[in-house]
Structures are given as C-alpha cells and as structure tokens.
C-alpha cells in the first residue's frame, strides 16, 4: 500500500479536460461492489463507472498517467518487473512435472531437494516421536520419560513461534547456518552422554524388576558391568530369550542404567530448540522465495514428497538403529548428517532476504541452458 500511495500521490486527473494533467491530485481509489472506481481528490470524489468507462477518453487518461508514471518514478523497475510476473503467472498454461527437471530449473531444485532432506536426516523425527523411548535408555522410569517428551513438544512450540519474529531480521540462511550448527553440537551431546554410560544389575537394581522376570536366569549377569547398551541387551537376550528380554527391556535398562541424565535432557531440548528455530519453519519460507513462480506450487509439492518420505524412512529405521548400533553411535549418525548439511547450506543455499521473487528467479534459473 505505501508503494501504491506513493504512485496516487504523483496522479493528476481532470474530467472535464481529459489532457490536462495540472489540476487535482488523488488521495485514494476505491472499487465499489458495482464496479465504479471512485477516485478521492483535494476537490472531492469522482466516480469512473468500469462496466461502461473503460474506453472513455477519462479513463484513458487515467491509465496512461499511471503508466508514465511508472516509466519515470524510481521504484518503477520492480514495479514493472512485478507486473510482468502477474502477467505470465496468469498466461501461464498447467505445468508439467517434467518442467521442474529441466536443465535451467537444476539448481534451484537441487537445493530444494537437499535441504528437505537433510531436514529429515538430523533426526528430528526420531527425537519427537521416540522421546519416551530415549529417555527410557537413560534410566530414568517410563513415568517421567513421558513427562520430558512433554517438556519436549513445549519447547518445539515455543521456539517455533519464536522463529515467526526474528527470521525477517536475521535472514534465512543465517537461521539455517547457526541452527545446523546448534544441532551437530547438540547430538555430540546425546552422543557422549550415551557413549559414557554403564550398566550394571546389582541387588538394588534386582529389587526394581518386576516378578516376572526369573532373576536365577539372569544370575551370570548379576554384578557385571557393561559399558555399552548393546553388550548389556544383549547378554539379557542370551540368558532370558529374546522375546522375554525385549518385554522387560525397559525395566531392565531403567534398573541398570547408570549416566548423567541431566546431559541426555539438555542436549535433547537444545536440539529440538535449534531446529524449531531454524530449519524445521525456516525450509518452507525459503522454499515460497525460492522457486520461479511458474513451478512454485508444483515444486514445492514435489520437495514436500522428498522431505515426507525421508521422515517415514528416518522414523522407520530409527528402532533397528538403537537395536544393531547402539544410542551413541545412532546419534553420532546424525549429528555426521548435521555437519554435511551445515556444508551444504554454506556453499549452496542463497539467502533471500529482501530479495524480490523476479530478482531470485533471474539468479538462480538459467535460461541459456533450458
């Protein structure tokens, strides 16, 4: 509006005297719900009727005084390069898939398709809806897991809403950057927490087990030390079988667990903090900027389908990579994929603040090629 009211304020418009441009100026136009257009000026209002008007010479003046307007006022190039995009947007036949894989549409959409990706391989996925899980292996009872993945999903919500008001002053690669960044630390974090822990099963953690559990079977493991979750599994495999010690898993690892839990808990929080801030709301404003507007909706759709799909593979994976790597080294997987990604983004992804969608699109998408 204040672009628009800039350009009414340079309109002179005379009804009686069509071709002269020295008598009021216009404060404002409105369109009315029968198609008048009434036009506000220093002398009171004036009322072009658009059903019947639009060939009379009034409204041609009217309309060439807005295009010299446009030719000579500063802001007039993105004006016009603005109306030329609404042009082709509304001349514009239906896309085909095939045209976001045309050679002049490979950059953009490569970056599109790897930052979608690299949004999954992180593991936010895996944190949000295993969290109880998680914290089970620390030790901590199934009880108070659920209370943390709750501290979870409120802190997600916060630093969301939290990300709304500073992305337009901060910028979107710079979110992205010190977001990745903030997560790879975070998953050294879980990593070491993990990587340090021990368990053991000695007479106090025997007395939290529930009766079922035939602790005469478990007696060889009574008393050792493992230094590692996936020794410790399993080992109550081999002496329970393995449908019985995957029953009780929790139970056992709860009573045996010993690490520092406040560790797990922090580093949790600041990984799904840095990604609420940053790439988890951040990737789909950068992908409205980002596309040409003849393929955005169709792109999106498509990088959507990329990023959809890895979320279903990283969660499916997730229980098999506690199982046969262990937590350590499954969140040393990720913060890797953390670190790729950081790279990625440096080298690769623009930053589209304050740059207009016709500005972007002449950047990234090479004609010459397509």
């Not at 292996?137 to 990300?163: E, K, R």
Request: hydrophobic share 50%; glycine share 6%; net charge neutral.
């Amino acid at each position: 509006m204040k672009v628009l009211d800039k350009v009414i304020r340079q309109f002179k418009y005379n009804q009686e005297d069509p071709n002269s441009l020295a008598n009021n100026y216009i404060s404002s136009l409105h369109k009315d719900s029968k198609n008048r257009l009434w036009i506000a000026t220093k002398d009171g209002m004036n009322m072009l009727d658009l059903n019947q008007s639009l060939e009379k010479p009034q409204f041609l003046s009217f309309k060439y005084i807005f295009q010299d307007t446009l030719q000579n006022w500063p802001g007039g190039i993105q004006m016009r390069a603005i109306e030329k995009s609404i042009q082709q947007e509304q001349e514009k036949e239906k896309v085909h898939i095939k045209e976001i894989f045309k050679k002049n549409m490979c950059l953009v959409i490569v970056v599109g398709i790897i930052v979608a990706i690299f949004q999954q391989l992180v593991g936010i996925n895996s944190v949000m809806f295993y969290a109880p899980m998680i914290f089970e292996q620390t030790g901590i009872g199934t009880d108070a897991s659920f209370l943390q993945a709750i501290l979870v999903g409120l802190v997600n919500l916060v630093f969301t809403v939290l990300a709304m008001f500073i992305i337009d002053r901060l910028g979107r690669k710079p979110m992205l950057i010190y977001g990745m960044i903030g997560m790879g630390i975070s998953m050294l974090l879980l990593t070491y927490g993990f990587k340090t822990a021990s368990y053991t099963l000695d007479n106090t953690a025997l007395e939290q087990l529930p009766s079922a559990i035939q602790t005469s079977k478990i007696a060889p493991v009574i008393g050792q030390t493992f230094d590692n979750d996936l020794d410790f599994k399993a080992a109550l495999a081999q002496h329970l079988g393995t449908e019985t010690a995957k029953q009780y898993e929790a139970n056992l690892v709860t009573a045996a667990a010993a690490m520092d839990t406040s560790l797990i808990l922090i580093g949790i929080l600041l990984f799904v903090s840095f990604y609420a801030v940053s790439i988890g709301p951040v990737m789909w404003v950068l992908f409205s900027e980002l596309f040409p507007n003849r393929i955005r909706g169709l792109a999106i759709s498509f990088v959507g389908l990329v990023n959809l799909t890895f979320a279903f593979l990283v969660q499916l994976v997730f229980p098999w990579q506690l199982s046969n790597f262990g937590n350590a080294l499954t969140f040393l997987l990720y913060a890797i994929f953390a670190v790729i990604g950081l790279l990625f983004i440096i080298a690769k992804v623009p930053e589209t603040k304050g740059k207009s969608l016709e500005e972007l699109e002449a950047k990234l998408v090479n004609y010459t090629n397509g």
